[in-house]
């Protein structure tokens, strides 16, 4: 099972509704990859996401969604090696996801969707970038994709 915080910085109230949308797509997810954890889920506004999109992925720009995944290597970092049994008390954090709710309103409009299908396709984007999926590539987009659309049609969020 996956625990989830949801955390609002925007001005926009958010439903209790559109919370349990975003709870149940990441619980789907992480059955269907069968990964547990705990992931933080931070709804922001374009201005925010531009600064964060700018200071850390060198992107001077708004974007949708942005993941940071906790489990995951960077160039130069050494490897540590501990015994699995010394951290099953720990909980596995595996990162934050942060979603642009005034970019998820103007891609679901631009899309010809509904907006929560459009929060529930960024929440599960962003988790499977947590848990390593990438789309770099032709091969890995279509298997990221397939991926998303699998979940996303679990939870009944269909185009």
């Given at each position: 099972?996956?625990?989830?915080?949801?955390?609002?910085?925007?001005?926009?109230?958010?439903?209790?509704?559109?919370?349990?949308?975003?709870?149940?797509?990441?619980?789907?997810?992480?059955?269907?990859?069968?990964?547990?954890?705990?992931?933080?889920?931070?709804?922001?506004?374009?201005?925010?996401?531009?600064?964060?999109?700018?200071?850390?992925?060198?992107?001077?720009?708004?974007?949708?969604?942005?993941?940071?995944?906790?489990?995951?290597?960077?160039?130069?970092?050494?490897?540590?090696?501990?015994?699995?049994?010394?951290?099953?008390?720990?909980?596995?954090?595996?990162?934050?996801?942060?979603?642009?709710?005034?970019?998820?309103?103007?891609?679901?409009?631009?899309?010809?969707?509904?907006?929560?299908?459009?929060?529930?396709?960024?929440?599960?984007?962003?988790?499977?970038?947590?848990?390593?999926?990438?789309?770099?590539?032709?091969e890995e987009e279509k298997d990221m994709f397939t991926r998303q659309e699998n979940i996303l049609q679990e939870v009944g969020l269909t185009r």
């Amino acid at each position: 099972m996956l625990t989830i915080e949801i955390v609002n910085e925007q001005d926009e109230e958010i439903t209790q509704e559109h919370q349990q949308l975003i709870e149940n797509c990441l619980q789907k997810a992480a059955q269907f990859e069968e990964i547990k954890g705990e992931v933080v889920i931070t709804l922001v506004n374009n201005e925010r996401i531009h600064e964060l999109n700018r200071d850390y992925r060198g992107v001077d720009r708004p974007t949708d969604v942005l993941s940071f995944a906790l489990n995951e290597e960077g160039e130069g970092d050494m490897e540590i090696f501990v015994e699995e049994s010394e951290f099953d008390d720990y909980p596995n954090m595996l990162g934050d996801i942060i979603i642009s709710i005034p970019r998820t309103k103007e891609q679901a409009q631009d899309y010809g969707h509904s907006f929560e299908r459009e929060l529930g396709f960024l929440a599960v984007h962003g988790f499977l970038h947590l848990i390593g999926y990438d789309h770099g590539t032709p091969e890995e987009e279509k298997d990221m994709f397939t991926r998303q659309e699998n979940i996303l049609q679990e939870v009944g969020l269909t185009r």
